[in-house]
Nanobody, 127 residues
Framework: QVQLVESGGGSVQAGGSLRLSCAAS????????MGWFRQAPGKEREGVAV???????SYADSVKGRFTISEDSAKNTLYLQMISLKPEDTAMYYCAADYGLGSYGCRKLRSASFDYWGQGTQVTVSS
């Protein structure tokens, strides 16, 4: 069983920064696709960023240039560095992982493609 636990969320004013972490435990497959998704009240869950085993990344247009996804394989930890935060970024942020997606499927940022999910960490950006 794979478990994912997010941390690092909080409240910040517009223009501020936050760094989210996702710690993975259990059996970790060598080939993977990991990503961050977010969901605001009344809205559908949307993909934010993904990274595959080779380090290739993909971002939603709304966060490109402001968010950076990275991973530390030695610590089985995924990160999301967020700068220049906007009120529109307010949402519950979820870490997700899948161990069967190829690079094409990984970069599509589709929540239905991911099998493992964390419980989320709240990010609130005030104007």
């Amino acid at each position: 069983q794979v478990q994912l636990v997010e941390s690092g969320g909080g409240s910040v004013q517009a223009g501020g920064s936050l760094r989210l972490s996702c710690a993975a435990s259990g059996y970790i497959y060598r080939s993977y696709c990991m990503g961050w998704f977010r969901q605001a009240p009344g809205k559908e869950r949307e993909g934010v960023a993904v990274i595959d085993r080779d380090g290739a990344t993909s971002y939603a247009d709304s966060v490109k240039g402001r968010f950076t996804i990275s991973e530390d394989s030695a610590k089985n930890t995924l990160y999301l560095q967020m700068i220049s935060l906007k009120p529109e970024d307010t949402a519950m942020y979820y870490c997700a992982a899948d161990y069967g997606l190829g690079s094409y499927g990984c970069r599509k940022l589709r929540s239905a493609s991911f099998d493992y999910w964390g419980q989320g960490t709240q990010v609130t950006v005030s104007s």
